[in-house]
């Protein structure tokens, strides 16, 4: 993956980040990120970051998996080894149940996992890039593409203009 120039506002309180986000997404700079040592209520309103696509495909395996589930099962005791006990129909389906459930919580839970380690991009031996140790800490980083958003220039005096100093130019 191509690594693309970013300028990082470097702020110390989830306020004032959360201000400066708005603020930004409102004057128009597009593709905004942010790096946060714990979760801030309303970052994604604030940045303009679209909902993530993981619960939907979570969902979709869901149901595939609760299918597979009762597929199997109906399998195994209609057709691979139909035994009668005490006269039930063979695909007995209130029976089901509990694997069909297992099922589907197993495979939606290895979508999700997989989904998070391909969208955060944690492959096994790969270097991390970390901008800095305090960003795991207590401070707080508004990422702005370069590319998309005009110009270091036009950035960094949005930067300057509310009272954020401590900016950097880094490639992720």
Same mark, same amino acid.
């Given at each position: %993956? *191509?690594?693309?120039?970013?300028?990082? #506002?470097?702020?110390?309180?989830?306020?004032?980040?959360?201000?400066?986000? $708005?603020?930004?997404?409102?004057?128009?700079?597009?593709?905004?990120? *942010? !790096? %946060?040592?714990?979760?801030?209520?309303?970052?994604?309103?604030?940045? #303009?970051?679209?909902?993530?696509? /993981?619960?939907?495909?979570?969902?979709? %395996?869901?149901?595939?998996?609760?299918?597979?589930?009762?597929?199997?099962?109906?399998?195994?005791?209609?057709?691979?080894?139909? !035994?009668?006990?005490?006269?039930?129909?063979?695909?007995?389906?209130?029976?089901?149940?509990? !694997?069909?459930?297992?099922?589907?919580?197993?495979?939606?839970?290895?979508?999700?996992?997989?989904?998070? %380690?391909? !969208?955060?991009?944690?492959?096994?031996?790969? @270097?991390?890039?970390?901008? +800095?140790? +305090?960003?795991? @800490?207590?401070?707080?980083?508004?990422?702005?593409?370069?590319? $998309?958003? #005009?110009?270091? @220039?036009?950035?960094? $005096?949005?930067?300057?203009?509310? @009272?954020?100093?401590?900016?950097? /130019?880094? $490639?992720?």
């Amino acid at each position: %993956m *191509a690594k693309k120039k970013v300028v990082v #506002g470097f702020i110390d309180h989830p306020d004032r980040f959360l201000e400066v986000g $708005e603020k930004a997404r409102k004057l128009g700079f597009k593709k905004l990120n *942010a !790096i %946060m040592p714990f979760a801030v209520h309303g970052f994604e309103k604030a940045l #303009g970051i679209k909902k993530s696509w /993981i619960p939907k495909a979570a969902k979709t %395996m869901l149901v595939i998996g609760a299918g597979l589930g009762f597929l199997l099962q109906a399998w195994t005791s209609a057709a691979d080894w139909p !035994i009668n006990v005490g006269g039930k129909p063979l695909v007995s389906w209130p029976a089901f149940i509990p !694997i069909v459930f297992e099922s589907g919580v197993l495979l939606a839970g290895i979508t999700t996992f997989l989904a998070l %380690m391909h !969208i955060g991009r944690f492959y096994p031996y790969k @270097d991390p890039n970390v901008i +800095r140790e +305090r960003l795991t @800490d207590d401070q707080f980083a508004l990422l702005i593409p370069l590319e $998309e958003n #005009g110009g270091q @220039d036009k950035i960094t $005096e949005f930067f300057k203009e509310n @009272d954020i100093d401590d900016t950097e /130019i880094v $490639e992720i």
